[in-house]
């Protein structure tokens, strides 16, 4: 049986972020992904960890909720079949953040997914992952491949990950959506086994390319196509049941030229 993708982060609910601006487009995106292969979905709008704080978070969440309503059941109506959740992008922008309500969390889970401010991984990158996980939390960090701050040998997300966290490279990244350091960072994630997790960062509008059957052909084409199957089907999945993810290998990248070879004398 061919499994079917599972996208944990993407920008879908219209009006609240820089994804969906209308309903009609978050459709038109949802029509995109399911043609892409992907059959479960939790859409993820960007939000500060700081807004909890903030005596208007309440009536905040509150317009988050009507606008999340409004494509839960349009999305229930066109596409029955389609397992659709929600979640946020917890922006980590103070140091011990409160994610105790449910809707900051992936479908309500106790996974979690939160981002670095200013695309930059801070210092104490795992000290703060480890008090998320001390409080009760399973933080997955969103493309790690794009912060400043990561050193080549990779040592901060090896912190992360000791610390409790688990890492999602985005697919736009392994086809250079990103720029040429985020592909080959991504690259080496892999190489080093330290990636668990894909999933799109689509921002749900009809001029934005989703990237994800670009980025499954650059990884199939380096020797990837099990870790595609793995990080992009096999661990969404268990995240949708609450599991965490099985252990991902490090990849033997092959260079495309090897493989042209090996095709001419085959
Ligand atoms: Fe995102």
């Not at 449910?102 to 106790?110: E, I, T, V």
């Not at 799109?200 to 099990?226: C, I, K, M, N, Q």
Request: net charge neutral; aromatic share 10%.
């Amino acid at each position: 049986m061919t499994r079917s993708f599972c996208d944990f982060h993407c920008h879908l609910v219209p009006g609240v972020d820089d994804g969906s601006r209308t309903l009609e487009e978050s459709l038109h995106s949802i029509d995109r992904m399911l043609s892409a292969g992907v059959t479960r979905v939790i859409t993820t709008p960007h939000f500060p960890a700081s807004r909890v704080e903030h005596h208007g978070f309440r009536t905040y969440m509150a317009f988050v909720d009507g606008r999340w309503n409004s494509i839960r059941e349009a999305v229930g109506r066109d596409y029955p079949d389609l397992d659709f959740r929600r979640g946020l992008e917890v922006r980590l922008d103070t140091p011990s953040p409160d994610l105790s309500d449910p809707r900051l969390r992936l479908g309500g889970s106790d996974f979690v997914l939160v981002e670095w401010p200013g695309f930059m991984a801070p210092p104490d990158g795992a000290e703060r992952l480890a008090r998320l996980v001390d409080a009760g939390h399973r933080p997955i960090v969103a493309h790690p491949e794009r912060y400043g701050g990561i050193d080549e040998d990779l040592e901060a997300l090896r912190a992360w990950k000791e610390a409790g966290a688990f890492l999602q490279g985005n697919y736009g990244s392994l086809a250079g959506q990103n720029g040429t350091r985020a592909r080959r960072l991504i690259f080496r994630m892999l190489e080093a086994g330290l990636l668990d997790y894909f999933s799109s960062d689509f921002h749900g509008r009809p001029e934005y390319v989703f990237y994800l059957h670009r980025g499954a052909r650059e990884l199939t084409r380096r020797g990837g196509g099990g870790h595609l199957d793995l990080l992009g089907k096999v661990n969404p999945a268990r995240l949708f049941e609450g599991k965490p993810p099985l252990k991902v290998p490090p990849l033997v990248v092959e260079a495309p030229v090897m493989r042209m070879l090996q095709g001419f004398l085959e």
